[in-house]
């Protein structure tokens, strides 16, 4: 059996995907990268590298864009949620991305409602980081293009089949025997996806880096969970800690759960062994894993825990 050090993504070790989604080759769009780090991830691409397979009921994963590169409109079945790593990122949604905006600083927190179309843009003046996590083991299966994407990728080569495989024709690829393209959503059908009021997501859906550094002085702040600030089931809690949110003091979790360092360093112990978590880097502990983590130095320190609950992953929950 593997222990935690075999657990541990560093950030820079990270290996990026280019080709991982159809928009590949639309300007715009063709210097984003994609990375799996827990998970089978939502790549559409064989070329896509996944850190650790384990399935633990969600995926984590993240994307790395330069400034003014943005990712195309696209629809989740199941959770999608960002926090910022790096940078300032504008989000959008709708139809056309014009329902709604919002800047993300770093640090903040989007929980992004299932079955609207959504997007996202590096406004910042660096390449920046945004880490994710999807709910359900199979986080790939519940993506769906807005019209104009799929358009736009086929005149830059892209095909998507309804296999849910991109084909490239610069590189001489084409639809095989008896699969064809995926079909572009009708009219009819584009109205089952709503265009959601700014006020609602930024009031529902969003929370500040600022604003979870205070609620955590003193315990864990829940950031999203059927009694959490942000609201919802989505088949995993989101936990955000900073110094003094838990004793440093061996516990364990009856269920899968992510270390994600945001800010400053975390002395994580086990036993039998100690490492330092590094913003960036991600970790899985196994349910009943004994171990411990604090800060390791004096200064800011953050970090997200995200951890497995037994909700079904699905379509966004309100509690209504």
Not at 160 to 185: F, I
């Amino acid at each position: 059996m593997s222990n935690i050090q075999d657990r541990i993504v560093r950030y820079g070790d990270l290996k990026p995907c280019k080709t991982a989604f159809i928009d590949a080759h639309t300007p715009g769009s063709d210097q984003k990268e994609n990375f799996t780090i827990i998970g089978g991830g939502v790549s559409e691409s064989p070329d896509q590298h996944v850190h650790i397979t384990e399935q633990v009921g969600f995926n984590i994963g993240a994307a790395g864009q330069p400034p003014k590169c943005r990712n195309s409109l696209h629809s989740h079945t199941t959770a999608e949620v960002f926090f910022v790593l790096k940078g300032r990122w504008r989000f959008f949604w709708g139809r056309y991305g014009t329902a709604g905006e919002f800047v993300a600083e770093e640090g903040d927190i989007f929980n992004i409602p299932t079955g609207i179309f959504r997007g996202f843009e590096n406004i910042g003046t660096d390449y920046g980081m945004i880490m994710a996590v999807l709910g359900g083991d199979d986080a790939g299966g519940g993506v769906t293009w807005a019209p104009q994407v799929i358009e736009d990728a086929k005149d830059h080569g892209l095909v998507l089949g309804e296999n849910g495989a991109l084909y490239d024709s610069k590189k001489g690829e084409s639809l095989p025997d008896g699969v064809k393209p995926m079909p572009v959503l009708t009219e009819e059908e584009l109205k089952a996806y709503p265009e959601v009021p700014v006020q609602d997501v930024v009031r529902d859906y969003v929370a500040r880096y600022w604003d979870l550094m205070a609620l955590a002085a003193k315990q864990p702040a829940k950031v999203i969970g059927e009694d959490a600030l942000l609201r919802d089931k989505p088949g995993f809690e989101v936990d955000f800690l900073t110094r003094g949110s838990i004793p440093d003091e061996m516990h364990v979790h009856d269920k899968p759960t992510v270390l994600m360092p945001m800010r400053g360093h975390w002395k994580l112990r086990w036993a039998g062994g100690e490492t330092v978590l590094n913003p960036g880097d991600t970790c899985l502990i196994n349910p009943g894993e004994a171990h411990a983590i604090a800060p390791s130095m004096t200064g800011e320190a953050s970090l997200y825990r995200v951890t497995t609950t037994d909700d079904p992953a699905g379509l966004t929950w309100t509690g209504k």
